[in-house]
């Protein structure tokens, strides 16, 4: 995935969200290449997949971790990489999309088959090329989590020099960091800020990003005692964003 570098919006392809629910899986993703995308694709070339670090995403919700992620994983070179994209959650337990040059497959999991769906698509992954495994979704107090994190970093620790991974939380900082054991996973972190008001300004410029969006501007009138003025009052894209 490539673009000009006078060009601020970012197409991702949503079929590569194959299992995902939602419109994830009927339109394409649109995204605005803020300050703080570029920073994460830089520490996800350079960091993770140049230098072998661990790389760990946080940062609060919302600011576009995961999507910008699943872009950068779309710019790689698919005869050279396999990539590996593992998303955590309550309902779905484990959903896993895996891309290569050949092929693109997908598959889920409940609490009951996690592990033996995780050992599958580990040990099935190819030796021939180099391999991106993105675990999305992590929180560090969920004991399952952890269990799935410990088994990609065995994974990645049993061949550093071809494998590469990649966490994703929406937690804003680690509760306990361990320099020692940080050193020892080659452990870094990146921290994605949350947008600000004129970094949403200057998105909304963009008049199709922005009537993708403009929708959930558009709220309920009876939440005034919020606060929240009257939509129909809002003529001005700034109005309805402030």
């Not at 339109?27 to 694709?41: D, P, T, V």
């Not at 550093?160 to 020892?184: F, G, H, N």
């Not at 993708?212 to 894209?237: C, E, G, M, Q, R």
């Amino acid at each position: 995935m490539r673009w000009r570098d006078d060009d601020k919006l970012v197409r991702l392809d949503s079929s590569y969200l194959q299992g995902a629910s939602g419109d994830d899986r009927r339109r394409e993703l649109l995204l605005y290449r803020r300050k703080a995308f570029e920073e994460q694709w830089g520490f996800l070339q350079e960091e993770v997949i140049n230098e072998g670090v661990l790389g760990w995403i946080q940062g609060p919700p919302g600011t576009g971790k995961t999507r910008t992620t699943q872009a950068f994983c779309l710019s790689l070179d698919m005869t050279e990489w396999g990539l590996t994209f593992l998303r955590v959650a309550k309902n779905v337990y484990l959903t896993c999309v895996q891309v290569t040059d050949k092929e693109r497959r997908w598959l889920t999991s409940d609490a009951e088959d996690e592990a033996k769906v995780l050992k599958r698509v580990l040990a099935e992954l190819s030796e021939s090329k180099k391999h991106l495994v993105v675990l999305d979704g992590y929180l560090e107090r969920e004991s399952d989590h952890n269990r799935i994190f410990k088994k990609c970093l065995k994974w990645r620790d049993a061949k550093r020099e071809s494998r590469r991974l990649a966490i994703v939380t929406s937690m804003s900082s680690r509760a306990k960091p361990k320099w020692q054991e940080d050193q020892e996973m080659k452990l870094r972190e990146h921290t994605v800020p949350s947008w600000t008001i004129e970094e949403y300004l200057q998105a909304a410029e963009h008049e199709e990003l922005y009537m993708l969006v403009k929708p959930f501007l558009d709220i309920d009138p009876s939440a005034a005692y919020l606060d929240i003025k009257d939509p129909d009052t809002l003529t001005k894209k700034e109005e309805k964003i402030r």
